[in-house]
DNA sequence: CACGTCACCTGGCTCAAGCCAGTTTGACAC
DNA sequence: GTGTCAAACTGGCTTGAGCCAGGTGACGTG
């Protein structure tokens, strides 16, 4: 310690304080989305307080998603993302057949935005998750097909659709990232599975740490966990493909009866 | 400074290598759900840090909701809550008749926890949120239902039910808590809308403070935001309800045919 | 004019110290 | 035995210092 001063404590020295003058600010107006807020060592400054202090307060609208921190150039007013909305449209024989984009492209699109697809395709064996929902025993031969969707060139979802083997053998389902016009539900149609029902299962979740880097998902965004199942005409479930998907620029939007078909 | 050491450049001294040490350890089993894990002081010392440096991999254990402080008592391994599922049979008629605990009460105990409903019922007006999914005119007269929905004691979920004064008026809807055998749904088929459709809009995001505050949500917990729409078979809308449900303990899940009915 | 370089910004992270406020525990008085 | 109260723990928060690395722009040199 420099000197023995009692240490006057600080007038308001609050990082809870700092944070709630900022956020009043933000909310008001005040900063604009894509605006720089002061310096750590300003706010500071202009508080009374020290930087660890006002870097708490920044911590903070960084966990809310307020803000977004930039090494060695600032911190800025988030842009509120364009949401996309996906629903259980998406699966329509209408949606399939009038657009060669997919419902994300066509999503994308219709919120002014450039779509762009990333696909891997390897064969691989069912993990129980997988095993389970299409009806199969864990370690049997399937196709893994993962998809990073862009928007903007900003990756906003991935989806990794699993088929058992036996199905996609000898169709471009097996090793292609080509589904032709009728996309990867026409593929699936021509080998006998029209997809009739959906199941989604959804939940939310804070993204591990290798997920937020991969899709540069700020601090304070959860990602949302939906496992899709695809079933037949006949209830029997052919595909089944795991979304992440940033939670901030995606909703779920699904209309549908209330009784049992 | 006490003196003008330059400081030896702690061995290791870095939040993240905590962190992760401390991760390893609970998810290897080491520290075990409900364990305290070692003091902030005690970790400082142990890793040779600054009690900061070992408070801040605390800090990033909690944003991953692995752990829990609790002030004064220490920092615990958080146990993994039982997920509660929920969907569209939620609104069938068979779940109306068979239960009179309503369907998150039925879920709750076939999860062994024990249900429990706090309700708050005013009239209001219409916000254009509620008054755009319900057809009606902003500032319309509404009932507002909030029900807070707890399980062995936590509050879970929240939802707030908005329906048309003048569907509800004359009707327990209006004012009383209490729903009859039939439920909510049975009130509203008493008068003349009996749920057929639903839409569900659903997304994910932090909790505000005041949400975590009153819902008891530990950090790095996520929501799922719900709008739920009641759909009669007349095909109009009667009733909204906005769901905020603590995103670790509770999954959507649902299934329906692929196209419009 | 183009290109480098360097000062001066920015946030990222750490340190060592200290005060405060909850919680637990155990010694002591009754 | 029962109650009380203080000591010794816990996390919460702050200070002010310093080093590091990324980014930017002015300035100077070729």
Do not use: C
Request: proline content about 7%.
């Amino acid at each position: 310690m420099t000197t023995s001063t009692p240490r006057p404590r600080a007038s308001l020295g609050d990082y809870r304080a700092i944070a709630r003058a900022l956020r009043d600010e933000i909310t008001a107006g005040r900063y604009r989305p894509g605006d720089q807020i002061p310096s750590e060592r300003a706010l500071a400054a202009e508080h009374g307080a020290a930087r660890n202090t006002a870097r708490e307060a920044i911590a903070e609208l960084r966990r809310e998603g307020l803000v977004i921190a930039k090494h060695g150039r600032g911190v800025f007013v988030r842009d509120r993302p364009r949401w996309m909305r996906f629903g259980r449209r998406r699966y329509s024989a209408a949606m399939r057949s009038s657009s060669e984009l997919g419902p994300f492209g066509a999503e994308a699109i219709a919120q002014g935005r450039a779509p762009h697809v990333d696909s891997t395709i390897t064969r691989a064996e069912a993990a129980p998750d997988v095993a389970t929902r299409l009806g199969i025993e864990p370690g049997a031969a399937i196709v893994r097909r993962e998809n990073w969707y862009f928007a903007d060139g900003e990756p906003v979802q991935v989806g990794i659709t699993f088929a058992p083997w036996h199905i996609v053998e000898d169709t471009p389902l097996a090793d292609s990232a080509d589904m032709g016009p009728e996309g990867i539900y026409g593929q699936f149609s021509a080998r006998g599975h029209v997809i009739t029902y959906i199941r989604e299962e959804i939940s939310a979740r804070m993204p591990s740490r290798e997920e937020a880097e991969r899709m540069q998902i700020p601090d304070g965004v959860p990602v949302i966990d939906l496992w899709h199942t695809g079933i037949d005409a006949a209830r029997l479930p052919f595909e089944v493909t795991h979304f992440v998907m940033r939670a901030d620029s995606t909703a779920l939007d699904y209309d549908m009866p209330v009784e049992e078909q």
